[in-house]
């Protein structure tokens, strides 16, 4: 009886072992940048609603956190704003032994956002990267009223934060009095909030802001497909190694027209024309 009993127990653990990995097979997750947390929810929800029972789980954190997940071999994919930074990669290769795969999803354009009662409504790069380390600091330098300027920026674990570093002031360190927020979202509502703010974030975060002109050029789909606006990356999933099963199922699906179709719903540049 005794062994009876504990045949009976090992096929249950098999049994439930077997479900259990079946059940990963159909979870994919995901986490990384805060500026893609919107745009990568709206995916996983079209897709998800597309594919009954796979399950995919959108995490925010910032880019470097979900770079860290995905080298912990916490996540699937990592959402990036930025490229790998040389230790992250090394990070990486001495991990798997490889620097792992990136895949580009989208194009996006760095807004650079105003309260709508200022007059201010194109500044150069130049005088972008001054107001941003504190070498301008009044809006009436720049042609505006004369009042400090409220900096806005996001914190130094997000991709944002050090692509604007990186691209708009060249290596130089943020003004000392700026304000630090951790979401793109919240930008956009403490610039609403505040008629001498300006902050920054992707162009497909949308408030009762002005979306500044850089050297003359607005943040469209047109300008950033055409190269002609000045702050332009690409948005991207990291994975440790090639894709298999579900997981690459999904980043298909994300590349494919229906996938490109819900990036430009959600204000982002699709890689490609989709005629859905």
């Known amino acids: 009886m005794k062994t009876i009993l504990l045949h009976l127990f090992l096929i249950y653990v098999l049994l439930i072992g077997c479900s259990s990995n079946i059940s990963n097979r159909n979870i994919v997750t995901i986490s990384g940048s805060d500026t893609m947390f919107e745009l990568t929810s709206a995916l996983a929800q079209e897709y998800m609603k597309e594919h009954p029972g796979i399950s995919v789980q ?26 790998l930074k040389p230790y992250e990669a090394k990070a990486l290769a001495d991990y798997y032994g490889s620097l792992g795969l990136v895949f580009l999803i989208a194009k996006d354009a760095l807004s650079i956002y105003s309260h709508p009662q200022n007059p201010v409504s194109n500044l150069t790069s130049e005088q972008l990267k001054k107001i941003f380390t504190s070498h301008i600091t009044n809006w009436k ?37 700026s304000i630090v927020i951790p979401q793109t979202k919240d930008i956009v509502k403490r610039v609403e909030e505040n008629v001498n703010a300006i902050g920054y974030g992707g162009m497909g975060y949308t408030g009762n802001v002005t979306h500044i002109k850089i050297d003359g050029v607005e943040p469209t789909e047109q300008n950033v497909r055409n190269d002609n606006y000045p702050i332009i990356r690409y948005l991207h999933f990291f994975t440790t190694k090639y894709p298999t099963g579900e997981v690459k199922r999904f980043i298909d699906w994300v590349l494919s027209p229906a996938g490109q179709s819900v990036v430009r719903k959600t204000g982002f540049i699709p890689l490609w024309e989709s005629k859905l």
């Open 141 to 177: 330098e720049v042609g505006g009223v004369d009042t400090t300027i409220q900096t806005v920026i996001r914190n130094p674990n997000s991709g944002t934060y050090l692509y604007f570093k990186d691209h708009v002031l060249e290596g130089e360190e943020y003004a000392p009095n």
């Open 58 to 83: 959108v995490e925010g954190g910032g880019t470097a956190a979900g770079i860290k997940s995905l080298i912990d071999g916490n996540i699937d994919i990592c959402t990036a704003s930025r490229n």
